[in-house]
């Protein structure tokens, strides 16, 4: 979605538009992410690949970054690098590091604003780092607090000028998008973004953060022994993945500065509790049992990775052959084109007519008015609808649930009304594709086709 998002930039459509009227999408970040990735398209690289690049190199950011936080912090050579080596080993972090969506830039540049003040570089080139991180993510704010800390802890009257120079900067950007698209700025990034919140969700969060960092998790907390400001980034983080993870549609990309985080504060965990030293001397005490902890986060990691890398193949050749199957109606003689899966749309260059995500969200809660696409739809005017459930099949698919992407029960009525299932084929998600095209066009088929 980001990248069908950026291609629209790129070829000269709005960004933040009217989520009332064709295409029913919503921009739910910053303009960061969709900026660069615009760029990159506009010198001949595809949608994915730039993307895909842009978080290449913000993993690689956060890295040198994580680096330089701890050569300030930590004095153990052995644990920096047992720092940076449990970072790599996170599996989350390789994953949404090479996937196109803004978390793992909005981290970068907000992990970059606290290197450049533990460095004592410029308060200039922080605020900066900052704002780039508020504009790729909204919620990319939790190293405010510690940040304006650590100025305060040295002048309290410098930690009032930048948090107030801070505000009056993101105020005025903000404004200032907001009048350029007409008020569709603070509708697209937050009356759209506030998704219903899921218990279920918050336990799924939950379930699997301890099992990817609870070994990280122990590692932390048995070396806190008072709020320092690499500790109240790691609370806040903490804070705002908590607040925002139960949402609707949420994935593991909302961990990634939490693990970050929680990797530096195993760094200095190590440090400060002397543990390469105990353990190569045989101390009898209970630092040295740290490495428990820390051999499982690595074990699981390392499996976790595996797991993610053979899923990646496997998915990547049934995606190919579903693509192949389903060319022939996306061709541009079929017309207009409503699907649920971007990819087809990213592949075949087709563009993205709604967003059935956010379009049944914002009609459920009565922001959008359906009468425009029921009326498309009763007239035939989409020559091809691809969905991922067979709308005259009498029970939902096999492991649909609330997160699950599917067209409000009166657009799924005119499909039934007013087109005829043409073919199904298979795919990795729920029961496949089921393409339909208007009556009029095609011999009705058998339901259970």
Not at 52 to 76: E, H, N
Not at 409 to 435: C, F, K, M, N, T
Request: glycine fraction near 4%; include cysteine.
């Amino acid at each position: 979605m980001v990248a069908l998002e950026s291609k629209i930039f790129a070829n000269g459509g709005t960004l933040y538009h009217d989520p009332n009227t064709y295409p029913y999408t919503v921009s739910p970040y910053g303009i960061i992410f969709y900026s660069l990735s615009a760029l990159l398209q506009l010198v001949r690289l595809t949608p994915l690949s730039a993307g895909r690049l842009i978080s290449c190199f913000a993993l690689l950011s956060v890295f040198w970054s994580a680096w330089r936080i701890l050569k300030i912090l930590v004095a153990d050579p052995y644990a920096r690098l047992t720092g940076i080596l449990l970072l790599a080993a996170t599996a989350n972090i390789l994953n949404w590091g090479t996937i196109g969506q803004t978390d793992m830039l909005a981290c970068a540049f907000s992990l970059a604003a606290f290197a450049t003040l533990l460095a004592r570089r410029s308060l200039w080139w922080c605020g900066i780092f900052i704002l780039l991180a508020a504009f790729t993510k909204q919620t990319a704010l939790a190293e405010i607090p510690a940040i304006l800390l650590y100025i305060s802890t040295r002048n309290r009257k410098s930690a009032l000028t930048f948090a107030l120079g801070l505000a009056t900067a993101a105020t005025l950007i903000a404004l200032t998008l907001n009048v350029l698209t007409k008020g569709q700025y603070f509708t697209n990034t937050i009356l759209a973004n506030l998704n219903p919140f899921s218990t279920a969700k918050l336990q799924q969060q939950i379930q699997q953060f301890l099992l990817a960092s609870g070994g990280l998790l122990i590692v932390s907390v048995a070396g806190f022994r008072r709020l320092t400001p690499l500790y109240l980034y790691t609370a806040a983080a903490f804070a705002i993945w908590l607040l925002t993870s139960p949402k609707i549609g949420s994935e593991l990309n909302y961990q990634i500065e939490i693990m970050t985080l929680l990797a530096l504060c195993s760094a200095t965990t190590l440090d400060q509790l002397q543990f390469f030293p105990k353990l190569f001397a045989h101390d009898p005490g209970w630092v040295p049992l740290l490495q428990i902890p820390l051999l499982l986060h690595l074990v699981v990691n390392f499996g976790l990775t595996a797991k993610i890398l053979t899923s990646r193949i496997t998915l990547e050749r049934l995606r190919r052959t579903e693509a192949i199957q389903l060319a022939p109606y996306l061709s541009p003689q079929h017309g207009r084109v409503l699907s649920e899966n971007f990819d087809l749309l990213i592949s075949s260059g087709r563009p993205i007519e709604l967003d059935p995500w956010f379009y049944v969200l914002l009609t459920n809660a009565h922001r959008i008015d359906p009468s425009p696409l029921l009326k498309d739809l009763a007239a035939g005017t989409f020559g091809t609808i691809i969905v991922d459930q067979n709308v005259f099949a009498k029970t939902l698919p096999a492991g649909a649930n609330e997160d699950t992407l599917f067209l409000p029960p009166s657009a799924l009525a005119q499909i039934r009304q007013h087109y005829v299932l043409v073919r199904h084929v298979p795919s990795p998600y729920l029961e496949g594709d089921y393409i339909y095209q208007p009556q009029r066009k095609c011999p009705p088929a058998p339901h259970n086709l």
